[in-house]
């Protein structure tokens, strides 16, 4: 038997598998990482998407101001100091495709109701923050670092409470990872991923009924070469697992953009105090909306039980 038609069409099958891979992961990088890509097709099949509908608020008092990251990025955020004697700033962090005047109806409870001073970061490759590449959450946990580092530096007597919807849960989360002050006090997560890997693997099934290999693959291998990070160290999961800080954890019941499942992963994850609320009706970044008083009852007690 000749096996050399064989394996010459084997191989053939097999390039373009890989050429296949290739395009449909660069097709997916391009989609979800690169900043200045059109999101249309993700709007399109998540018409829920990054939240709610909320009445508009307009932090009045606010400033910019601006950092360096890490890696030389000129990043900006939004901040107003409370005239109060409340010694507290709140860190509040946008989702993906968002930016930091899409925070500021949640600093209105903060900032007006608690007496907190507040700070809105634009993250990299979000408003007016320099980068080429979205974070999720990852290269995006070391900006904030560096933003925790900006208000030590300026305000040296105030306690930090980090605040995070979708991405920015997730953001959140990923930075409680690694090593804070001790005046890092509180956590609060809304309807944050347990990892960038498993967002997407549910993300290319629901929206192109594709399985995480090999696409996903490669395109994690793509964003691992070009931005610097793969979407499986990624992990809320394993950053938790370091973490002893005060932790909420919110999320929607009718949640299909971020599975609500995910609420529980990274709720058994992280050590220390930790609360979770599930909102009945609530689809993504609608929990506020949905139930308000039990959302902000919840989140206030949290605090004033864990700011010590």
């Known amino acids: 038997m000749n096996l050399v038609p064989i ?23 391009n989609l ?16 829920e998407f990054e939240g709610a509908k909320e009445e508009k608020y307009l932090l009045e008092e606010k400033s910019s ?17 409370n005239d109060s004697e409340s010694e507290v700033f709140v860190i509040l962090i946008h989702g993906y495709s968002g930016n930091c005047e899409d925070m500021e109806n949640r ?19 979000a408003g007016k923050s320099e980068g080429k590449y979205i974070g999720m959450g990852w290269l995006d946990r070391l900006d904030i670092v560096s933003w925790i580092e900006y208000i030590n530096n300026n305000y040296p007597n105030y306690k930090i409470i980090l605040y995070g919807v979708s991405m920015g849960a997730a953001t959140v989360m990923m930075t409680l990872g690694e090593k804070l002050p001790h005046n890092v006090k509180v956590a609060i997560e809304d309807c944050g991923y347990s990892s ?12 192109f009924h594709l399985p995480k290999f ?39 019941s009718d949640d299909n953009f971020v599975p609500t499942y995910m609420i529980n992963e990274v709720y058994d994850s992280t050590q220390g105090v930790k609360e979770k609320l599930i909102v009945d009706n609530a689809k993504h970044g609608m929990s506020c909306i949905e ?11 949290f605090i004033e039980n864990n700011i010590r």
């Open 291 to 301: 139930n308000s008083k039990l959302y902000w009852d919840t989140v206030d007690k």
């Open 196 to 207: 960038v890997e498993k967002q997407f693997t549910h993300e290319i099934k629901k929206m």
């Open 7 to 29: 394996l010459i069409a084997f191989l053939i099958l097999l390039v373009v598998i890989v050429i296949a891979s290739f395009i449909g992961g660069c097709i997916m990088f």
């Open 214 to 252: 090999p696409v996903l693959n490669m395109a994690s291998i793509i964003c691992k070469i070009k931005a610097g990070y793969s979407f499986k160290e990624a992990s809320c999961i394993n950053q938790l697992k370091n973490n002893n800080i005060p932790l909420l954890c919110v999320h929607g």
């Open 32 to 47: 979800a990482i690169k900043a200045n890509s059109n999101k249309s097709l993700i709007f399109k099949h998540n018409s």
């Open 107 to 125: 600093a209105k409870f903060f900032y007006e109701e608690k007496g907190y001073s507040v700070l809105l970061p634009d993250l990299r490759g």
């Open 65 to 81: 101001v601006y950092i360096y990251s890490k890696d030389n990025l000129k990043l900006h955020a939004n901040i107003a100091e």
